[in-house]
């Protein structure tokens, strides 16, 4: 079995666009890792060169296939920006960040409104809120995409119930996968499902960002994007440097999702990005036998906290069978029981989302903080 010295060796010749600096010994490189006969590594370079050092990571990957027993290799390239001074009132129509030092955020070519769904925690049920409210949206007759950013564990495949992998529509460009009239991207579809992901941050923030800009997405009026849960640098990179119509936060009732919860908002809020509101998942289960109500999680936690924090409260999902059942089998409640209750309750979600996105207003945008 091959191990990263084996890959080290193999790119020991090769040389940082300066072609002077060694790549192995600049710094530069991260961890590589190495699972299934696939090899996995980024490599750093300043903002300014990763035009120019595109041609190494080409050379870099072919390098890494070439050791015996590495069948394939994932080389990306991670740069960071300096922050840039404000735009000049010529370039006003250019939008600027939401959050620190004025750099400017890129826009998404053809996408209108991009949404984050956030949570503090896992298990809440921030990928099943995700995909439903897309389905939502799509109803309403939008144009919806969803980008799964959770890279350590990617749910859109299984909750859209596609398989099989995306196709290049032209250079390092990928066609986005489909379900239920939605593009779909994930880092799900280009790696084995029972692959472990065990990428350095640099590497995981590169995989989002190239999923996010290099995918034919065509014309959206909403991209949803189902965050990692937590408020690492993921997610920090993620609302710092795309251009985020607003956030949603998914939290259970009970009080130590909310706690969470609110450092989930409190991120959002420091880099200046407008929170959307609260939804309240799991917010009762009802018998389906005898119909009497059980507040598992406890209820109206997530309400009363959206409340406290001057946010707009979405609405409440029950803790259901159905839905856990469907989410499982990839047929997603909104769309295969559109008449039920549970659908209804994704859709009035996707009503105040969409009011708010359309109309410009409800959401709440915290003073910008700046920290010496």
């Not at 389906?288 to 409260?313: L, N, Q, W």
Request: a neutral charge; glycine letters at 12%.
């Amino acid at each position: 079995m091959p191990d990263k010295n084996d890959v080290l060796a193999a790119l020991a010749h090769l040389t940082l666009p300066d072609g002077k600096t060694n790549l192995v010994q600049s710094g530069a490189l991260s961890e590589i890792v190495i699972h299934n006969g696939k090899a996995y590594f980024s490599i750093s370079v300043p903002a300014a060169e990763v035009g120019a050092a595109e041609p190494l990571r080409k050379v870099a990957e072919e390098a890494a296939r070439a050791v015996p027993g590495i069948a394939s290799a994932l080389v990306t390239l991670t740069a960071e920006k300096a922050p840039s001074s404000p735009a000049p009132a010529a370039n006003a129509a250019q939008k600027p960040a939401a959050g620190g030092a004025g750099a400017t955020k890129a826009q998404v070519a053809g996408v209108k409104h991009i949404i984050a769904v956030a949570s503090g925690k896992g298990g809440v049920g921030k990928s099943t809120t995700s995909c439903n409210l897309a389905l939502a949206l799509a109803g309403k007759g939008l144009r919806v995409g969803v980008l799964d950013a959770d890279i350590y564990g990617p749910s859109m495949p299984k909750l859209f119930g596609i398989h099989g992998k995306p196709t290049l529509a032209g250079g390092r460009v990928l066609n986005p996968m489909e379900g239920y009239g939605i593009k779909v991207m994930s880092i799900g579809f280009l790696v084995d499902e029972e692959a472990a992901m065990i990428w350095r941050g640099p590497m995981v923030i590169s995989a989002i960002q190239q999923m996010l800009r290099e995918v034919a997405w065509g014309e959206l009026d909403v991209l949803v994007v189902d965050m990692p849960p937590g408020t690492g640098d993921a997610q920090l990179t993620m609302a710092q440097n795309v251009p985020l119509a607003g956030a949603v936060i998914v939290s259970t009732p009970q009080d130590l999702a909310l706690i969470d919860a609110r450092r989930g908002v409190a991120m959002f809020r420091k880099v200046e990005v407008p929170i959307l509101g609260v939804v309240e998942n799991m917010s009762t289960f009802i018998c389906p036998s005898c119909g009497t109500r059980h507040d598992i999680f406890g209820h109206g936690g997530a309400k009363s906290e959206a409340a406290r924090i001057g946010v707009p409260f979405l609405g409440e999902v029950p803790l259901a069978m159905a839905i856990r059942e469907r989410s499982d089998a990839g047929l997603p409640i909104t769309v295969t029981e559109p008449d039920g209750p549970h659908a209804a309750a994704y859709r009035a979600i996707a009503d105040k989302v969409w009011a708010i996105l359309d109309g410009g207003g409800a959401a709440r945008v915290a003073p910008r903080i700046v920290f010496d």
